[in-house]
């Protein structure tokens, strides 16, 4: 079965420290893969996705994300982390691009001035 | 701006009772689906719909059933609630041939 992994539930880095979070796909072929972030109280914001092509995607809010399939993962980068970035972060993947999306557990990000 | 809305974002509701919760999307998306939310468990669908009076099972269906009687609006319902259904309930869509899902704010509900 299809499934996500995000080995981290909790991290916590400094202001203008860089960042990545983790995210393991389990899947026989290249899913669509996503990023979303929630603030607290929100719902979900899409941050970035991957479908095909150049493996090293840009999103929102400077944060980028590579496609490594080798190690089927798909992790998430920003070089200097902002306070505002203290959030919950999901991975997701899709069969295809109509499909639903199943969501990793979620890594909630502290971040300290 | 597009928007997916949920009718309340805090419930609270007694055991047994049927709870119905609401969520309507301006951008004619064919798509729409429940999730709940919950500590260390992420994101679990519950129920989807690609189309108007169509209804999918998601991963954890028990217990819940949906109405989707217009595009527009997709509706969950806890037939009778318990307290293991006290959770975060996060409606979604997305247009065919898009995958983007558009969340709402989500409606924290708990069964006491």
């Known amino acids: 079965a299809q499934s996500v992994t995000q080995p981290d539930i909790h991290i916590t880095v400094s202001e203008g420290a860089s960042l990545e979070l983790r995210c393991n796909y389990s899947?026989?072929?290249?899913?669509?893969l996503f990023w979303y972030v929630q603030s607290p109280g929100q719902g979900l914001q899409l941050l970035l996705k991957?479908?095909?092509?150049?493996?090293l995607v840009q999103g929102i809010k400077g944060f980028e994300a590579e496609f490594k399939r080798s190690q089927s993962s798909f992790n998430l980068r920003k070089p200097s982390v902002h306070w505002s970035d203290a959030a919950e972060y999901f991975c997701?993947?899709?069969?295809?691009?109509?499909?639903?999306?199943?969501f990793g557990t979620g890594t909630r990000l502290q971040v300290f001035p | 701006d597009v928007k997916v809305t949920q009718s309340s974002r805090y419930l609270v509701k007694r055991t047994g009772e049927k709870v119905f919760l609401e969520c309507v999307q301006d951008?004619?998306?064919?798509?729409m689906f429940w999730y709940r939310q919950d500590p260390g468990l992420g994101l679990r669908l519950i129920y989807f719909?690609?189309?108007?009076?169509?209804?999918e099972k998601g991963d954890i269906p028990e217990g819940y059933s949906v109405s989707r009687e217009k595009k527009e609006r997709f509706s969950l319902i806890l037939e009778s609630a318990s307290t293991n259904q006290t959770s975060m309930y996060l409606c979604?869509?997305?247009?065919?041939?898009?995958?983007?899902?558009?969340f709402g704010q989500g409606t924290r509900l708990t069964v006491v």
């Open positions: 991957y479908f095909s092509g150049d493996t």
């Open positions: 719909s690609y189309d108007v009076k169509m209804k």
């Open positions: 899947y026989g072929a290249t899913p669509y």
């Open positions: 979604a869509s997305t247009s065919t041939g898009n995958t983007e899902a558009f």
């Open positions: 951008m004619d998306h064919e798509n």
């Open positions: 997701a993947v899709a069969l295809t691009n109509t499909d639903k999306l199943i």
